[in-house]
């Protein structure tokens, strides 16, 4: 399959990373956004670039010279709010430079820290303009127009009209890489314990299927052919289905996608284990599409925790679903987030988290310590573990992670796998794409092969990556066979 044309990249790991630059036809000023967090706040990113392009407003690679800069924020865990007052800080400095030199720069602070800390952000820091949280920046330009009326004052807006957000938000305009991003569903009505997105995010919406599937097809319009369904509890997903007809869930919509002319790799994050139902997990054995790859969060191994942590599942219910999962698609590569150091988590509450890692074996997982986030259940917990505690179990938690991915990555080598070849590498005539399950694959590829989506062998398995070489002179692999089904990969 050839995905056409386009160089943007697509980075798919949660880190922070710095938006990538746009260019409109009537450029007058500058952009710069800085996105922190999940693969929700890079969609967010992009779309305010979208609502702010017919304003004028074209990006750029640093804030020195913007006009314009938003700090795109995540709040999910520790220090978020500090990282974004001191990030402030200097903003304040360029903004005043910019005024001695006769000019203005517009701050906005936007994601989930302006949701949870607003009138916070507004106090301490009332240099900046405008404030608003996930669910308003489709009121972006109004609210740019209303701060440079406002005298100084910050202008706030904190709704949480989710349904209007996407009503108005303009089709996608950004021109996109070989890998896109799709939110389909937002917010989340689970209430852990621990966690401050169902407060930032508000309650779960889905969109409308007919919604996707245009969004979807203008996607590929645009040069892509993978697509990441996203979403704060994306397999919660249902929605009215176009024909009027009874409720698609996930599994469905899936299904439609891969009917779409040009969408090669479809993939879904993030997942709820209760959420697993059997027709969506019938998918992965059933849509070569579907990339054999998961994140599944489970936080932790201990039932006595998961209680605590209101996960509403055990350690049974996650091993069966990883069974029924591995039954469907037995290359299957999983994913998690841990968190340790829950209040109250003993070494034998930690002993099960890591059992539960060597029964599952990963792929790759994130793990984090638990930081009590306001105005959560847990952080008002009073047997909270001490950091040192902590510090030893996340390093002992990653360590065996860490070897599980390292051999996982090692069990590659000499295997023949498709690569979607999304942007340059570190030395000339280099290109790093990803496979089926996610790895970052380097490679020497001509420039021409950029976007597409290639048999690679794999010659070395890194701790974090693979690398290889071009398996034929061919380059592209047809359509029917991306590898998607295990059968195809050698
Ligand atoms: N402390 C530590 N980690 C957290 N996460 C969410 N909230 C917290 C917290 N208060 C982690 C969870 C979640 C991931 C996105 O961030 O593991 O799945
Ligand atoms: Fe947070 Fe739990 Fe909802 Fe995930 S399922 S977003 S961890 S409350």
Known sequence: MTCPGLGRQTVAD????PHQPKVCASVTKRLFIKTY?????????ERMADILAPLGYAETTSPDDADMVILNTCHIREKAAEKVFSELGRLRKLKDRRRTDGGDMVIGVAGCVAQAEGEEIARRAPYVDI??????????PEMVTRAARAGGQTVLETDFDVEDKFDRLPEVATKNGPAAFLTIQEGCDKFCAFCVVPYTRGAEFSRPASDILAEARRLVAAGSCEITLLGQNVNAWHGAAPDGGAEWAL???????AEIDGIARIRYTTSHPLEMTADLIAAHAEVPALMPYLHLPVQSGSDRILGAMNRRHDRETYFRIVDKLRDARPDIA?????????PGETDRDFADTL??????????????????RPGTPAAVETVQVEEAVKDERLQSLQALINAQ???FNADMVGRTLPVLLERAGRHAGQLVGRSPYMQSVHLDAPE?????IVEVTIDQGRANSLSGRLTTEHGPVAKQDTGTNVAHVA
Do not use: W
């Not at 404030?131 to 972006?140: A, K, N």
């Not at 999983?334 to 829950?342: A, E, H, P, R």
């Open 37 to 45: 967090g999940c693969q929700m706040n890079v969609y967010d990113s």
């Open 14 to 17: 949660d880190r922070f990373r």
């Open 405 to 407: 991915q390292a051999a």
């Open 448 to 452: 021409s092969l950029r976007n597409q």
């Open 355 to 372: 059992n539960l890692v060597t029964r599952v074996t990963y792929a790759q997982a994130y793990s984090f310590k638990y930081s009590p």
């Open 334 to 342: 999983l994913s998690s987030d841990f968190i340790v150091g829950f």
């Open 251 to 257: 599994g469905r919509l899936i299904r439609e996608l």
């Open 131 to 140: 404030v608003f949280g996930p669910q308003s920046y489709q009121h972006l």
